[in-house]
């Protein structure tokens, strides 16, 4: 399974739009590029996913560079019930089956 | 949709002792995964099923441990003779495969601590 980078945490604060990378410079033309989610004392939850073209839905934003080396997924307005885990995997779709990594965790300051 | 449902939510258990999660997935999906989670990392991959049929099993996954989708709906994790390395977050997630990006949507999880 190709791999992806992401930063350890990230701080936003409330209100103000968010960008979180993911470099995935491995990937293969077939890996989706997916967005889960994970806060405190739940299970993961699907963000958002796409291939080759930006993404949009009621969640949030997905930006893929043009080479698909990279993406960032663009929360427009954070609020506090969005401070999470965020993980960014690549799936070529075969199995459904995810692999997770360390993830960015996201703070939002009052 | 009820989502995907896992009993119980916690689980205090005894080295050496067996014990048994369930998981109840959402009703029309027909892929069910479980995964591990220790404190501070993401999710590791340990099996899933298709139907009834357990396609995949990670090396993480122990002859101590064993899963069953008996009739294709719910599915149980054993885990013999816990050791306390055993003690992490167990999840199940659920999906309804297609062509390509499925999503998976997962149950809030079984702790289990192995005293």
């Known amino acids: 399974d190709a791999k992806t980078t992401q930063p350890n945490s990230m701080e936003s604060n409330e209100e103000e739009p968010v960008h979180l990378p993911c470099n995935h410079s491995t990937i293969s033309g077939t890996d989706y590029i997916h967005w889960y989610r994970q806060l405190p004392s739940q299970g993961p939850e699907y963000v958002i996913h796409g291939l080759t073209s930006n993404v949009n839905n009621r969640m949030a934003s997905l930006a893929i560079a043009e080479d698909r080396k990279s993406s960032t997924l663009i929360l427009h307005r954070a609020t506090l019930r969005d401070a999470a885990v965020y993980y960014c995997i690549l799936s070529s779709g075969n199995t459904g089956k995810l692999i997770f990594g360390q993830g960015t965790t996201l703070q939002v300051k009052p | 949709d009820t989502g995907v449902s896992q009993d119980p939510r916690h689980k205090i258990t005894k080295r050496g002792q067996n014990v048994t999660f369930r998981c109840d997935p959402i009703s029309e999906h027909n892929r069910l995964y479980w995964y591990r989670q220790t404190l501070g990392q993401g999710p590791e991959f340990l099996t899933y099923?298709?139907?009834?049929?357990?396609?995949?099993k990670s090396r993480l996954l122990s002859d101590r441990f064993s899963a069953e989708r008996p009739k294709g709906s719910f599915s149980t994790l054993e885990i013999q003779r816990t050791e306390q390395g055993d003690s992490a977050m167990y999840l199940c997630?659920?999906?309804?495969?297609?062509?390509?990006?499925?999503?998976?949507?997962f149950g809030s999880g079984t702790q289990l601590s192995v005293l």
């Open positions: 099923f298709q139907n009834e049929a357990q396609l995949e």
């Open positions: 997630a659920s999906s309804l495969q297609q062509m390509a990006n499925e999503k998976l949507f």
